[in-house]
């Protein structure tokens, strides 16, 4: 089992949609992060949260850790949030990222 | 942009090989990490330098090394390359890379894709 699980693994949406993607992680932590992968391979740092909720235009995250669970969402989806969401826990000293596996979206006009 | 460049973009290169990618980090990051992506293992975290000294390892193969320079640009050396070495190798840097206690936000560079054939 790995230690963070991504679901779903692909979703497709149409415009305007409301969209959720969620992430539980196994291991202790100091921070999940939720990271932007564009076919173009090149991936942007969305969030870095420790509890509760960030925003951030359109997209919303938030993080229970009791449960070791969080939740991705955009709001009134569009056809450039299609991408690769990718959930990362990070702990201890050193900062360094494991991660999920991933969520392919695809927002259809 | 996130201020992190990686050279080369693209490395298409034999088995038995030997290659040097390089990274510099953003403008005052100290921190360095360097990861794999891989169509059968995904993202996965190799090495990080902090100031010049190694301060953490991943799955990191004995056939790879690397090091951080004193102006802080870093290189990762991968030698006698197999076909499944063939990845995305990114770069990414933070301020302090876990120094501080804190967790902090990583910047990544836009990938090294390297073809082993």
């Not at chain 1, 420790?50 to 969080?70: D, F, M, P, V, W």
């Not at chain 2, 804190?102 to 990544?108: D, G, S």
Request: glycine share 10%.
């Amino acid at each position: 089992k790995n230690e963070v699980e991504q679901s779903p693994q692909n979703l497709t949406a149409q415009e305007g949609e409301f969209i959720t993607i969620n992430c539980s992680y196994s291991v202790g932590i100091s921070a999940l992060h939720w990271l932007q992968q564009h076919p173009g391979g090149g991936i942007v740092s969305l969030f870095m949260l420790s509890s509760g909720k960030k925003k951030h235009g359109r997209l919303i995250a938030t993080i229970n850790i009791q449960e070791k669970h969080s939740s991705l969402h955009i709001t009134a989806s569009h056809p450039r949030d299609s991408a690769v969401y990718i959930c990362a826990v990070g702990g201890g000293a050193t900062n360094k990222l494991i991660f999920g596996t991933g969520t392919l979206l695809a927002v259809q006009p | 942009d996130s201020g992190v460049t990686q050279t080369p973009k693209h490395l298409i290169t034999a088995t038995g090989q030997r290659v040097t990618l390089r990274c510099s980090p953003r403008s005052g990051d100290l921190s360095v990490y360097w990861y794999q992506q891989s169509l059968d293992q995904g993202l996965q975290f190799l090495i990080q330098y902090y100031n010049g000294e190694e301060r953490a390892k991943g799955n990191i193969l004995e056939r790879f090394s690397a090091q951080q320079f004193p102006d802080l640009h870093s290189e990762l050396n991968l030698s006698s390359l197999e076909l499944g070495d063939s990845a995305l190798y990114f770069c990414a840097s933070s301020v302090a890379g876990g120094a501080s206690g804190a967790q902090e936000t990583q910047y990544f560079g836009p990938g090294t894709r390297l073809l082993v054939l």
